[in-house]
């Protein structure tokens, strides 16, 4: 977090402000400006990060090196997170105001009165349903407990403030109260619009206005649900059964196919064949590359079904061989299946590659797996 905070002096800041003036796109709406996302559409917490760290880019001026004073940078990032927060809220009251009561709950407290209130007002904007106070409040406290989760040790990074010991119980009440304490919060979040209500009415109303809020209100939910590998049979025989029936879509002939098991999103590829070879950027690629490329930004993890393999690639030119999370009866893999012993899926196999996949490390396995098998060099990725 620190040396990202530095590399903004080192970076071109007309190019920093214009990323700037794109992250306030959103926060700050212009719908006459083309790709402006809507509200639902975006990452707060990217959004807060992002303004953080380029806001002192706004007092550069050419050939004048200017730079905040500790006050105002505190009172930049102190607003600039109100903002962020008021809007992370609208976005969990706009996605909660689709939710059904599944049980009746009496609760008059300060907090479902200023909920409810709040989603009135909401409802003028977006003709929603009126939903009852406690209900949105439920909604809003867990919905955000991952934003201020991260908010936290952004700022804890970033200023090097210490947190309170209480962010250490096991409640979530508990947490939730530190986290406001922490991060100059109220623990009435809804208090925020009453303090800043004639700068955020306007706001809401242009958040509420784009068309594209209502093509989301139906999709998005908070706090999101995390993403995981998909689920893979307990029994490898069942694998080798989808395999065998597999029939390439793009060739008609009975020749020897390889497929390939997506394990991000599924999908069945068709690998090291020239009938699913893509034209992308004029650059001639495989299935595989050219699936990661749409389905995991050039990052993917695949199944190799009949040799037992886990492929991993990063872009066009990368990749490694990984242990599948299959093994036999003796706890050991078999690559290309040359021994045919029955495989059974090992859980806690699966669960590393998923936290490989979780924690941004698959490049770094790549890395590392090329510098102890230089003969890997020599593959072709790109056409896999």
Known sequence: VQFAAAQRTTSPQVLIQKHLVRLLGVLLPNFKVEDTPSLLEVDMFHVLVGGVLSFPSLYWEDAVDLQ??????????????????????????????????????HDSSEEARAAQSFCKELCQYTSGQDIPGWLVWDCVKKGIMPYLRCAALFFHYLLGVSPPEELLQVSEEGQFKALCSYLSLPTNLFLLFQEYWDTVNPLLQRWCADPVVLIFLYLNRYPRKRNSLIELPEDYSCLLNQASQFRCPRSSDDEQKHPVLCLFCGAMLCSQNTCCQELVNGEELGACTSHALQCGAGVCMFLKIRECKVVLIEGKTRGCLYPAPYLDKYGETDPGLKRGNPLHLCRERYRKLHLLWQQHCIV???????????????????LL
């Open 364 to 382: 770094e396995e790549i890395a590392r797996s090329q510098e102890t098998n230089q003969i890997f060099f020599g593959f072709n990725w790109q």
């Open 68 to 105: 905040p004073s500790a006050i105002s940078s505190a009172y930049n990032q102190l607003y600039l997170f109100h903002l962020t927060t008021l809007a992370h809220i609208t976005q969990i009251v706009l996605s909660s105001a689709t939710e059904s009561p599944a049980a009746q709950c």
